[in-house]
């Protein structure tokens, strides 16, 4: 067993490379401008853009594949799970199988795709009288091969019912950690959906978003050598690490084996941790199925394209709604949830 709790530390790159048991993470960070009366952009500000694939990393901020409204419009997966955490702005959610929803600010959103369904994620620009910040991760989460032809569901995770640790160093600095899957320093998460690689607690699936103050210090326990941990600094200036002085923008392999001591440089800093002992099958991904073997990525684009996992029941590609509607979540069998 190494001392070191590092590994390995690169840059990061779009989309963030994760292990197994994730596939990936997405980041977004966009200045949306005020929204116009559709809550979308108005046309003399996105002139010019490559609209429908607009993923310009030098701009201020990108459409994706929206027209009008950012985001993305309804499109399949297969096979693994999506986190989305929406950290600041509002997201739009609509699927195949009627439900939808409204989360924002911290809410978390986790979807079992399972045997298939179609999803639209738009990001509306609520504010008509100010700006919209928006930031937004989406973390894939893989599926083991018992668990890829499930019936697919979504279930919310709402801000206010995440629980929160929040730690004061020697020196009166502070660190918060939201525990949005596994375990940390004894608080427990609330549960993800049943048929996750994480609802198993001895695979150790963790997902925390940390602050630290400048200054302020904390330490990562250690869990069992066969997880993978993977820890993204990705705003911030510097941290001290064993010994080293890590950059941010900087995703950092981690013994997990070894407890982790961070005290932070002179900014805050930001981070996110995926941990979890891997599934260990084999990984066949074609856009948005991921299965075990290629074989079973045709049967997948066979199937949506003789179904459409379901169709598309609402009037837009790029659904979304009304302007005073607040958070919400509809599922699939009818039941509605008010925030």
């Given at each position: 067993m ?67 409204v ?13 986190v ?9 959610h ?26 639209s ?33 979504y279930?919310?995770l ?86 080293n ?32 002992k ?25 199937e ?21 509607k ?14």
């Open positions: 190494s001392s070191s709790p590092i590994r390995h530390i690169e840059s990061l790159s779009s989309p963030w490379k994760a292990q197994d048991p994730f596939l990936f993470s997405a980041y977004h960070r966009d200045e949306y401008p005020k929204g116009n009366h559709n809550l979308g952009v108005s046309p003399e500000q996105i002139q010019g853009r490559n609209i429908g694939q607009d993923f310009n990393p030098m701009a201020d901020f990108r459409m994706y594949h929206g027209s009008s950012p985001g993305f419009p309804y499109h399949p997966h297969r096979g693994f799970e999506t989305t955490i929406a950290v600041e702005g509002v997201v739009d609509s699927d195949s199988l009627g439900g939808a929803g409204r989360f924002k600010d911290g809410d978390v959103q986790w979807m079992t795709a399972g045997k298939g369904i179609q999803h994620e738009m990001f509306p620009l609520i504010n008509t009288d100010k700006d919209n910040p928006f930031e937004l991760f989406q973390i894939w989460l893989n599926l083991p091969k018992r668990s890829k032809m499930v019936a697919p569901h279930k919310m709402w801000s206010e019912d995440i629980p929160v640790v929040e730690i004061e160093d020697e020196n009166g600095k502070k660190a918060k950690v939201d525990v949005v899957a596994g375990t940390f320093n004894g608080v427990n998460a609330l549960k993800p959906n049943p048929d996750s690689w994480a609802a198993d607690p001895s695979n150790e699936v963790a997902i925390l978003t940390i602050k630290l103050e400048p200054g302020a210090s904390i330490t990562l326990p250690s869990a069992s050598a066969e997880a993978n941990r993977n820890l993204y600094f990705y705003k911030g200036e510097s941290i001290e690490l064993d010994g002085t890590i950059q941010g923008n900087s995703r950092i392999i981690l013994n997990s084996e070894v407890e982790a001591s961070i005290t932070n440089g002179d900014k805050e800093s930001y981070f996110l941790l995926l941990q979890g891997p599934i260990g099958e084999p990984v066949v991904q074609y856009g948005p199925f991921v299965m075990n073997t290629e074989q079973e990525i045709r049967e997948a684009f066979a949506y394209q003789q179904t459409e996992f379901g169709g598309w029941p609402w009037p837009m590609k790029e659904q979304v709604w009304d302007k005073s607040g958070r919400f979540a509809k599922y699939d069998d009818g039941t509605e949830e008010l925030r």
